[in-house]
């Protein structure tokens, strides 16, 4: 059974401070994603990974997959208030269906 | 509006009573998820579907649980007998696969949220 870990689970950070969520998972996959979630509300796709070394960037998110590792990770560079949220890693197996982590809690602190 | 859209988006009901959601997908996605997610954690798969097939359906979704997507355009989801554990944000998700191309980005609705007293 495909098993997906995010680390760390809630994170606090200042504004201007750079840090990396890291998303592990325990079986083959060929696709990753990334979703941002606010409060109350449903799911933001932010990216979408399909191969080694593949690397995306949007504004001061940074998103990287390492199939060999079987790890990605999600880098926030000079991170601001708007970044807060939860963040989710999901992966995808043959099927089609996406198995999540439990999301990591980003709390920018000014 | 073009994106996934999900009726009710909220419903409180009485243990025992029967519920049904509705998911109307982005209109040329052949693909419909459903999810539950409860307070604190990510979503968990339930079902999904292709056109109207239903290709898959978890473990977590028992026998009170159905689906169906009739037409291969919206789909509904009904609980039957609902439990106080039933309380959960359920979502809905579509995309549009074609030979395990790079287009399976799964686009979420609002989703319901219920809650069983």
């Known amino acids: 059974e495909l098993k997906v870990e995010q680390n760390p689970l809630f994170l606090s950070m200042q504004e201007g401070k750079n840090y990396t969520i890291y998303c592990n998972y325990s079986t083959t996959s060929d696709r990753l994603y990334w979703y941002r979630q606010d409060p109350g509300k449903s799911l933001e796709s932010l990216f979408v990974?399909?191969?080694?070394?593949a690397v995306k960037q949007e504004g001061r998110l940074m998103a990287s997959l390492d199939t060999k590792a079987r790890l990605s990770t999600l880098h926030i560079t000079a991170a601001v208030h708007d970044l807060s949220a939860t963040y989710f890693c999901?992966?995808?197996?043959?099927?089609?269906?996406?198995?999540f982590g439990d999301g990591t809690t980003l709390t920018v602190k000014p | 509006d073009t994106g996934v859209s999900q009726d009710p988006r909220h419903k409180i009901t009485k243990r025992g009573q029967n519920v049904t959601f509705r998911c109307d997908p982005i209109s040329e996605h052949n693909r419909l998820y459903w999810y539950r997610q409860t307070l604190g954690q990510g979503p968990e798969f339930l079902t999904y579907?292709?056109?109207?097939?239903?290709?898959?359906k978890s473990r977590l979704l028992s026998d009170r649980f159905s689906a169906e997507r009739p037409k291969g355009s919206f789909s509904t989801l009904e609980i039957q007998r609902t439990e106080q554990g039933d309380s959960a944000m359920y979502l809905c998700?579509?995309?549009?696969?074609?030979?395990?191309?790079?287009?399976?980005?799964?686009?979420f609705g609002p989703g319901t949220r219920l809650t069983v007293l």
């Open positions: 990974l399909l191969s080694n070394g």
């Open positions: 579907f292709q056109n109207e097939a239903q290709l898959e």
């Open positions: 999901a992966v995808d197996t043959n099927a089609g269906k996406s198995t």
């Open positions: 998700a579509s995309s549009f696969e074609f030979n395990r191309g790079p287009y399976n980005e799964q686009f």
